[in-house]
């Protein structure tokens, strides 16, 4: 198997060593060298567009001809040539898609040498396995029978990580080609792509094939298909799909909280890459956006201390510091109320303001919650509006915020929302709006301050000697 970047010269590799593999036969007592191929792609329309395509171009056109090509009832390629030392090659390669169970089926009774997977990230593990098992029949002599498979790279749950990182089965071999780009690290943390000389094919592509695509590309496709890292594209479903409209919940204008009209809520996403959403219930029972506060590799008091509290003390300093209610993943906190470690219980302690664990954390519940804003109109108007300049929650929302999409053919996705750099935010919206609903548990607040506050006294008492 191997897995490159795109441009790496993996297809022609792969037709390649094919065509190599028909001409190696050992002949048999007439001097023919016979084998049959099977060439898979996930889909019907892949097959026609690229893999059939890409085999002709090297082995059935107008300066090529080495047999005939037929398209029915498999597209198959009858190849039937002579070879300088006078035997005669005479091979099948067959081309299945597997989205036409037909066409599978018309394979099965065949007896097959090899088979060529082409992008086999996108082919499931039961037809790996099924080919597998089918190669090696024909001819009796065959000199070699097995799979080749080329693919960008997959992501690292994915049967084909597993396979190449990890158990590394007997009789297998993975092959990895170098980057078309790669990492060079920024002096301020993070990174950018740049050229690789090392990598493979360049002579046969244009002029900065590679880095002429970084622009106009997502990080996470990048990594895929330019770096040959593994990873995923974020091509999955956006979880308020149904809720979401851009032109309705998004403000023209930034948003600004308005003292007389009502206290300030803020959502908590608590963990390395902590995020605050600062927002205010109207009188109406609207819910307006006004701030989003996002760091990454930062505690939760780092991140009070420079980015939260400057900017509730900057941006809004008309509302008491203790009138600001701040709501959080329940999970730690809601059982042991006296655990003065735990994010909520420093926002109180520590930081003053009234913080709340909300009441549930599974995310169907947090989703319906932010969804009922959403959908919602009050007064004639929606009764959720995004200030202009949250660009990250905007961003989720359009998309970024998704369930993965899962690695097999088909359009299935996970239940879980995909961690990324949405999820953190939007995570932390999911709380302030269950706290606007009052989705609350309000015990935990008064047994935390009844537990702190005794062992305060305790502290006390032992200073004086009592
Ligand atoms: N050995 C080669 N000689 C000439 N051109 C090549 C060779 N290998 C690849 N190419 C060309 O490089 C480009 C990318 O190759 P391809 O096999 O399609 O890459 P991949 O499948 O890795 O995306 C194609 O235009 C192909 O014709
Ligand atoms: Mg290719």
Redesign the pocket.
Known sequence: MIM??????????SV?RVFDQMCEQEPDKFGVRASRWVAVRNTYNQLFSSTIK?WC?LLHNEKVRLGKFVKSPLPTHYLHFRLPDGTTVKSEMMFIALDRPDDANKMRGTQITGFWLNEVKELSKEVIDMCDGRHGRYPDNCSWSGMIG?TNAPDTDHWYYQFAEELKPKGWKFFRQPGGVIRKKLPGGGHEWVENPNAE?LH??RKRYYIRQVPSKKDSWIKVNLANEYGSVSTGKPIYEENWDDVKHVSKYPLAAIPSFGRLMLGFDFGRTPACIIGQLMPNGKLRVVKELIATGMGIRKFMDEIVMPSLKKDFKKFPIKDIEAYGDPSGTAKSGNDENSPLGILNDEYNLTAYPTATNTPLRRWESVGWFLDNDIDGHPAFELGADCHVLKKGFNGGYQFRRLNVSGEKYSEAADKNSYSHPHDALQYLCQGAQGEINYSWRDQHIDASAYKQTVVADSVTGY
């Open positions: 490159g970047p795109l441009g790496s010269g993996k297809t022609t590799g390649q890409d171009e080329d094919n046969n592509l």
